[in-house]
């Protein structure tokens, strides 16, 4: 599996569930990180899957020829990319092995706009349309990632594969204690009503909207608070801090940063919002509070929308009034009612987005390609 990085973030996240959980009797999974360790290298080793980081930001050439090396010593009988530095690398290094290895051509996001990404990853979204009728399969997490790679960028349509992210409903699950604890830490009342905005500041999930709409759910509803958690959302953030002074929030607004303990966070919350503009596939953060009892309101960006199903509720994008409007019906529910929309919630998780259906998928693609190989 070759990867462009593994700082904590959605995709690498899920390599790290699926190396975790495959079976070693079948499988021999090797890592392979184009730039340095990231949060998550020392969890991927831990699992006592051999990893390699060839700090490709630093030594260009020299990464490259590493990643030769360590194909020709593996001889893998499929490469797996997780996007698009790693389908790129993953082609360029079958191009070189005989017997040819299966190419995956993972893809995780739905296209960025036009100016939103590095030149590169504009680049190698663009190159990878081609490139992806050379592979073996492309392997998509959200059917609405599919469709828009391939109308946009003419990726193969016959060579698609669509395997849902999966979720540890072991790990997230509801936690009554939770609610307290974290309210605790945050110092606020014990009945206070808590909205999370989980994931990483950046402009795709546009925190903006999500503070337009908080200011407007705090007119109505006072003893609400907002609490975000993710890599950027800190005060040192002058930007960020711009937004929540402009909302009027004060400390009714809690940044905790990078976050370990997201089960316990998630398990805490009266309602989950997703104000993404676009950029997403299959946001992890959803599933992972509907798994926990949570309810959620989110914009239909990606496939948000196919996973929450009946359960919560759905906007569109970049609209902060019908954000708001959702968020206080939302807050506004019993505590009955938000009882039993939070187990649907985790039902529809339980049965249609498994980490043991996941992962199981992954095995028998492997198997399914492996066996195709052509010696």
Same mark, same amino acid.
């Given at each position: 599996?070759?990867?462009?990085?593994?700082?904590?973030?959605?995709?690498?996240?899920?390599?790290?569930?699926?190396? /975790?959980?495959?079976?070693?009797?079948?499988?021999?999974?090797?890592?392979?990180?184009? &730039?340095?360790?990231?949060?998550?290298?020392?969890?991927?080793?831990?699992?006592?899957?051999?990893?390699?980081?060839?700090?490709? /930001?630093?030594?260009?050439?020299?990464?490259?020829?590493?990643?030769?090396?360590?194909?020709?010593?593996?001889?893998?009988?499929?490469?797996?990319?997780?996007?698009?530095?790693?389908?790129?690398?993953?082609?360029?290094?079958?191009?070189?092995?005989? #017997?040819?290895?299966?190419?995956?051509?993972?893809?995780?996001? &739905? #296209?960025?706009?036009?100016?939103?990404?590095?030149?590169?990853?504009?680049?190698?979204?663009?190159?990878?349309?081609?490139?992806?009728?050379?592979?073996?399969?492309?392997?998509?997490?959200?059917?609405?990632?599919?469709?828009?790679?391939?109308?946009?960028?003419?990726?193969?349509?016959?060579?698609?594969?669509?395997?849902?992210?999966?979720?540890?409903?072991?790990?997230?699950?509801?936690?009554?204690?939770?609610?307290?604890?974290?309210?605790?830490?945050?110092?606020?009342? #014990?009945?206070?009503?808590?909205?999370?905005?989980?994931?990483?500041?950046?402009?795709?999930?546009?925190?903006?909207?999500?503070?337009?709409?908080?200011?407007?759910? &705090?007119?109505?509803?006072?003893?609400?608070?907002?609490?975000?958690?993710?890599?950027?959302?800190?005060?040192?953030?002058?930007?960020?801090?711009?937004?929540?002074?402009?909302?009027?929030?004060?400390?009714?607004?809690?940044?905790?940063?990078?976050?370990?303990?997201?089960?316990?966070?998630?398990?805490?919350?009266?309602?989950?919002?997703?104000?993404?503009?676009?950029?997403?596939?299959?946001?992890?953060?959803?599933?992972?509070?509907?798994?926990?009892?949570?309810?959620?309101?989110?914009?239909?960006?990606?496939?948000?929308?196919?996973?929450?199903?009946?359960?919560?509720?759905?906007? #569109?994008?970049?609209?902060?009034?019908?954000?708001?409007?959702?968020?206080?019906?939302?807050?506004?529910?019993?505590?009955?009612?938000?009882?039993?929309?939070? /187990?649907?919630?985790?039902?529809?998780?339980?049965?249609?987005?498994?980490?043991?259906?996941?992962? /199981?998928?992954?095995?028998?693609?492997?198997?399914?390609?492996?066996?195709?190989?052509?010696?």
């Amino acid at each position: 599996m070759i990867i462009s990085g593994l700082s904590l973030g959605g995709a690498e996240g899920n390599l790290l569930k699926l190396v /975790e959980r495959i079976d070693p009797e079948r499988f021999l999974p090797i890592v392979v990180s184009l &730039s340095g360790a990231g949060l998550l290298a020392h969890e991927i080793r831990n699992t006592g899957v051999l990893l390699h980081e060839l700090r490709m /930001e630093r030594r260009f050439l020299a990464s490259m020829r590493k990643l030769l090396q360590i194909s020709r010593q593996v001889r893998p009988d499929v490469i797996h990319g997780w996007m698009y530095h790693g389908n790129a690398a993953a082609s360029l290094a079958a191009m070189f092995l005989r #017997p040819t290895p299966a190419v995956v051509h993972g893809i995780r996001a &739905s #296209p960025l706009a036009p100016g939103e990404a590095k030149r590169l990853t504009r680049f190698l979204l663009k190159f990878g349309g081609p490139l992806s009728h050379l592979a073996s399969r492309v392997l998509y997490n959200a059917h609405s990632a599919a469709n828009a790679h391939e109308a946009q960028y003419q990726y193969c349509r016959t060579r698609r594969q669509v395997i849902s992210n999966g979720f540890d409903t072991d790990a997230f699950r509801p936690a009554p204690l939770s609610a307290l604890s974290v309210r605790d830490e945050l110092g606020i009342a #014990p009945t206070a009503q808590l909205v999370g905005l989980m994931g990483r500041y950046h402009p795709m999930k546009d925190h903006e909207n999500f503070f337009l709409a908080a200011r407007e759910v &705090s007119k109505a509803l006072p003893n609400a608070h907002f609490l975000l958690a993710g890599e950027g959302l800190t005060n040192e953030n002058k930007s960020l801090a711009e937004l929540i002074a402009r909302s009027m929030l004060g400390a009714r607004v809690h940044l905790l940063g990078p976050r370990r303990d997201m089960p316990r966070l998630l398990a805490s919350l009266d309602v989950l919002a997703s104000a993404s503009a676009y950029g997403e596939a299959f946001p992890n953060v959803i599933g992972e509070a509907m798994s926990c009892g949570v309810v959620c309101v989110a914009t239909s960006v990606g496939d948000s929308a196919a996973i929450i199903g009946d359960t919560g509720y759905v906007v #569109p994008p970049r609209d902060p009034n019908e954000l708001a409007a959702r968020l206080k019906v939302a807050l506004a529910l019993s505590s009955d009612e938000r009882r039993l929309r939070g /187990e649907a919630a985790r039902t529809r998780i339980v049965k249609m987005y498994s980490l043991t259906g996941c992962v /199981e998928d992954h095995m028998q693609l492997y198997q399914s390609l492996a066996q195709k190989r052509q010696y």
